[in-house]
C-alpha cells in the first residue's frame, strides 16, 4: 500500500490560515488523495479529494504538487472547530483507505 | 440522502460475553461495507470490508468475525470477548473510488 507521512502535529491561531501537509512519495498514478478529519470521540468526516489539479471546497483547498509526491490541506481561516485529527490517505480503489496517526491540529483562541 | 446508522453508541460488555454491532445504510443500493476499530489514542484500523451480500473480508485475524446478510446491513460480532476488544468500532459505507467514505457516528466498547 502507498504511504503517507504527516507531522504528528501542529499548532494554530483562531482565524488563521492552516497548511497542512502531506508526503506520499511513493503514489501511484491511478491513487486519489483523500483528506478526512476527527473530531473527538466522532468518526472522521470527509473533508476533500483530489487527483492531480488543485480542489476548493466549502470545507478546505487541496494543493497538490505538481509531481503528486505531496499535498497540502488549506483551511483558510481556523476556528475553535475546526480543532481534529487530520488524515490524509491514498486510495484508488476504494477499499483500501488505511488510516495513519494523521496530525493533531490544536487552535488557539 | 444517503446516511449511516450505527448502534449502539456505547457498550460495556464482560470478558467472554458475546457481541453484535449492527450497521445500516440508508439512500444507496450496493455500498461498499467497512468496519474499522480504534484504540485509545490510536489511529483507525481496518478489520473488514465488504462488496457484497455475503462477501466478507478480513484485514487482520482476531476473535471477531462480519456478516452483510443484506444489502445494506454490516453486523460484527465475537463469541467470546477479550479485554483487547475494548476501543471505538466505526462502521462506513463507499462507491465509487474517488468519492470515498462515510462514516457513522461509532460504538465505544468497553470490555470489563
Known amino acids: 500500500d502507498a504511504k503517507t507521512t504527516q507531522p504528528n502535529s501542529m499548532e494554530s491561531n483562531e482565524e488563521e490560515p492552516v497548511h497542512l501537509p502531506c508526503n506520499h512519495s511513493?503514489?501511484?498514478?491511478?491513487?486519489?488523495i483523500h483528506w478526512y478529519r476527527q473530531l473527538p470521540s466522532q468518526g472522521p468526516e470527509y473533508v476533500i479529494h483530489g487527483l492531480t489539479s488543485n480542489v476548493n471546497n466549502r470545507m478546505a483547498s487541496l494543493a497538490i504538487a505538481e509531481d503528486r509526491k505531496s499535498s497540502t490541506l488549506i483551511l483558510h481561516r481556523a476556528t475553535l472547530r475546526d480543532a481534529a485529527v487530520y488524515y490524509c490517505?491514498?486510495?484508488?480503489?476504494?477499499?483500501?483507505?488505511?488510516f495513519g496517526a494523521g496530525t493533531r491540529l490544536t487552535v488557539k483562541p | 440522502s444517503q446516511t449511516i446508522h450505527q448502534w449502539p453508541a456505547t457498550l460495556v460488555q464482560p470478558v467472554g460475553s458475546p457481541l453484535s454491532l449492527e450497521c445500516t445504510v440508508e439512500?444507496?443500493?450496493?455500498?461498499?461495507l467497512y468496519w474499522y476499530r480504534q484504540a485509545a489514542g490510536r489511529g483507525l484500523q481496518l478489520l473488514f470490508y465488504?462488496?457484497?451480500?455475503?462477501?466478507i473480508s478480513s484485514e487482520v485475524p482476531q476473535n471477531l468475525s462480519a456478516s452483510r446478510p443484506q444489502d445494506r446491513q454490516f453486523i460484527l460480532s465475537s463469541k467470546k470477548l477479550l479485554l483487547s476488544d475494548s476501543g471505538f468500532y466505526l462502521c462506513?459505507?463507499?462507491?465509487?473510488?474517488?468519492?470515498?467514505?462515510?462514516f457513522g457516528s461509532g460504538t465505544r466498547l468497553t470490555v470489563v
Open positions: 490517505i491514498l486510495s484508488h480503489n476504494n477499499n483500501d483507505m488505511r
Open positions: 439512500g444507496t443500493s450496493n455500498p461498499n
Open positions: 465488504s462488496v457484497g451480500i455475503g462477501q
Open positions: 462506513a459505507f463507499g462507491q465509487a473510488a474517488a468519492r470515498g467514505y462515510t
Open positions: 511513493t503514489i501511484s498514478g491511478t491513487d486519489y
